[in-house]
Structures are given as C-alpha cells and as structure tokens.
C-alpha cells in the first residue's frame, strides 16, 4: 500500500510565500517523476510543476520565476512558491509515479495525495 500525503498549504496575502511538501511512503521500490498540479474552483485541474528522479525540473509558464521545486530522499517533494498571486489560489496535489512491490510482483502506478488548499488574499 502506498501513500502521498501533502501539507504546508494556507491562507497567505499577495507577494507573500509558503512551502507545500509531499510526502510518499509505503511499499515503494523507487519514484520516477514526481509533480504538483492544482484546482481552481470552476477549472480543471492543470500541472504546475514536475521533478525527474534525475532531479530535472520543468514549471508551467505561470509560474516560472516564483515557484521551484525539490525533492530530498527521493520520496519527498516541495514546492516553494514565491511572489503568491490571488489567481494562484487553488487545491495543491502531488503527483507520484511509483514502482511498488507486494506478493512477489512489482507494478508501476501514478499516485495522488488528497490535496492542500492554498488561498491568496488581495
């Protein structure tokens, strides 16, 4: 069994910053790319950004120059998001892709975590 938890979310004013983490645990063999995406009420869910176990990293246009993200362990992810703006407000998840082992067989999922709501204020 495998879990992805995040946390670090909050309510924060424009301009200002917060740290969100994700944490995977479980039966894991190892973590290929790990990533974060978001939800706006009324809007579809869309990718912000994503790190290779190679430690590669990519951002969706919008926030590039404000958000990095890092991963330690290999099982941990973080989000730093900087110069916060209200249209950043959304439900944070991460995103795993994970080889995991069980009953004497290995399988390759794609997990999520149950979401973190970031709120900027104007």
């Known amino acids: 069994q495998v879990q992805v938890v995040e946390s670090g979310g909050g309510l924060v004013q424009a301009g200002g910053s917060l740290r969100l983490s994700c944490a995977a645990s479980g039966s894991i063999l190892s973590i290929n790319a790990m990533g974060w995406y978001r939800q706006a009420p009324g809007k579809q869910r869309e990718w912000v950004a994503g790190?290779?176990?190679?430690?590669?990293t990519n951002y969706t246009d919008s926030v590039k120059g404000r958000f990095t993200i890092s991963r330690n362990n290999g099982k941990n992810t973080y989000l730093q998001m900087n110069s916060l703006r209200p249209e950043d407000t959304a439900v944070y998840y991460c995103n795993a892709d994970i080889l995991t082992y069980g009953g004497g067989w290995t399988s390759r999922g794609d997990y999520w975590g149950q979401g973190t709501q970031v709120t900027v204020s104007s």
């Open positions: 790190i290779t176990s190679g430690g590669s």
